[in-house]
């Protein structure tokens, strides 16, 4: 592009391209509907896996209109920092290694053991 074109014009705040001939993707409007009775209608491409619930805005969750809640399979249990210290370590050997650290930190503050 020379400057001539440039003049007056902001950079990178106008697009010098126009939209004719552009065509946006295929789009389906889905609806959702809460156990309250509140409607969401959320927009997805037409190639998209349509989820069966979906959250809305407000927090609740809504179900296909034209489907049924999925069953809930139970999730696995949150393995906290502990569980997976357990599936390395012994009792017997962390209690060796809290003993073993705290004599080092006293040593270090000048405490008598």
């Not at 993707?25 to 959702?32: F, G, K, L, M, T």
């Amino acid at each position: 592009m020379s400057d001539r074109s440039l003049r007056g014009m902001r950079l990178g705040a106008q697009s010098m391209e126009t939209e004719q001939g552009v065509e946006p993707a295929p789009r389906q409007d889905v609806e959702y509907v809460c156990e309250d009775g509140e409607k969401i209608t959320v927009t997805f491409s037409a190639e998209a896996e349509i989820p069966s619930t979906w959250t809305s805005p407000t927090g609740k969750e809504g179900v296909l209109v034209d489907g049924s809640k999925p069953d809930e399979t139970p999730d696995k249990p949150v393995r906290t920092h502990w569980d997976m210290l357990l599936e390395r370590r012994s009792e017997q050997e962390l209690e060796e290694i809290l003993t073993e650290r705290l004599k080092k930190l006293r040593e270090r503050r000048g405490e008598t053991v």
